[in-house]
């Protein structure tokens, strides 16, 4: 079992940024491919980026490439989301999500097993 605990949500301006962090407790993330959802109010959640499990390939949805960057550090169990050039309709829960050692349909939120419980960011005009 893992344990997923997203922080680093806010309140930001558009324009700002802000670094969302998902902390693993239970396994080690090293063989477990990470990825990164968001829920708006009233939407389906949507596919933000991924990290496969060997650090190898990222992959990220058109709204947010370019702004948001995923990275992994394994000796810390921690996955990071660096988002820039923050917009109003980036404002959403976000969450952390695990599969182990996938390589596929990572666009999907049923590729992933294991989830946090999300951490709300929130982007002014």
């Known amino acids: 079992q893992v344990m997923l605990v997203e922080s680093g949500g806010g309140l930001v301006q558009a324009g700002g940024s802000l670094r969302l962090s998902c902390a693993a407790s239970g396994r080690t993330l090293s063989p477990y491919t990470m990825g990164w959802f968001r829920q708006a109010p009233g939407k389906e959640r949507e596919f933000v980026t991924t990290?496969?499990?060997?650090?190898?390939?990222?992959y990220y949805a058109d709204s947010v490439k370019g702004r948001f960057t995923i990275s992994r550090d394994n000796a810390k169990n921690t996955v990071y989301l660096q988002m820039n050039s923050l917009k109003p309709e980036d404002t959403a829960l976000y969450y952390c999500?695990?599969?182990?050692?996938?390589?596929?349909?990572?666009?999907?939120?049923?590729?992933?097993?294991?989830w946090g419980q999300g951490t709300q960011v929130t982007v002014s005009s």
């Open positions: 990290i496969t499990w060997s650090g190898t390939n990222t």
């Open positions: 999500a695990a599969a182990f050692m996938t390589t596929t349909n990572l666009d999907r939120p049923g590729t992933y097993p294991y």
